[in-house]
Structure formats: C-alpha cells, structure tokens
C-alpha cells in the first residue's frame, strides 16, 4: 500500500496557473501515478497519467494547459496547471498503481488505480 498526499489546491481567477503535488510514501520509479477530478455529482475523470517510463497521456480538455512530471528522488509527482478556466474546479485526486499498461488506457480506467490521496480542492472563479 502506497500512501499518497496531495497538496496545492485552492482558488485562482480564470487564467491563473497552478501546481499541485502529491507525496508518496515510498519510492514511485515503478508506479504509474495519476491525476484524476471529480465535482459533486459527476464521476471522477482521468486528467493525466505518467507511467514509470514517463510516458503521458493528458485528457483532451486539459491538453496544452496541464503537464503531470515527477521527482523520483522527492517520490513525488506534479500537475502544472496553466490557463486554468471556470470548468477545471473540482476536487483532484492523486491515484498510483504498480502496472504496465499504456498511459491512455489507465486515464480512462480510475478503478485500475489502488492507492488514492485524499484530494485538493481547486476553484477557478472571478
């Protein structure tokens, strides 16, 4: 089992950028991480993945505006967020999982992932 802390979340204007990080409880070289988000009464949805060879793959509505990267030696992982808009409010979760599958096919699939953060807020509002 993987402990995993989000942190970074909180309120920005429309436009505004911002970077969350999640720690992880222990070293994160073999893991797929992910980020995914979800708003009350949705299902959560995938946002970006990173495998352990780096490959990503980032959701068609954040695509050019949300880059997920990692520090193996900090085990930690990051989602820069840029040209933030009103529709990316939600809660983000920070998921891992130790699996090979292509990046696409895990952003699609939150029930692959087996390890979760607890989620940080992020609003995007005037």
């Known amino acids: 089992q993987v402990q995993l802390v989000e942190s970074g979340g909180g309120s920005v204007q429309p436009g505004g950028s911002l970077t969350l990080s999640c720690t992880a409880s222990?070293?994160?070289?073999?893991?797929?991480m992910g980020w995914f988000r979800q708003t009350p009464g949705k299902e959560r949805e995938g946002v970006a993945v990173?495998?352990?060879?780096?490959?990503?793959s980032v959701a068609d509505a954040v695509l050019g505006r949300f880059r997920p990267y990692k520090d193996n030696l900090k085990k930690t992982l990051y989602l820069q967020m840029n040209n933030l808009k009103p529709d990316d409010t939600a809660m983000y979760y920070c998921?891992?999982?130790?699996?090979?599958?292509?990046?696409?096919?895990?952003?699609?699939?939150?029930?692959?992932?087996?390890?979760w953060g607890q989620g940080t807020q992020v609003t995007v509002a005037s």
């Open positions: 222990t070293y994160i070289n073999n893991l797929a």
């Open positions: 990173i495998d352990r060879t780096d490959r990503i």
């Open positions: 998921a891992a999982v130790r699996r090979d599958d292509p990046p696409f096919r895990l952003l699609g699939d939150p029930d692959v992932f087996d390890n």
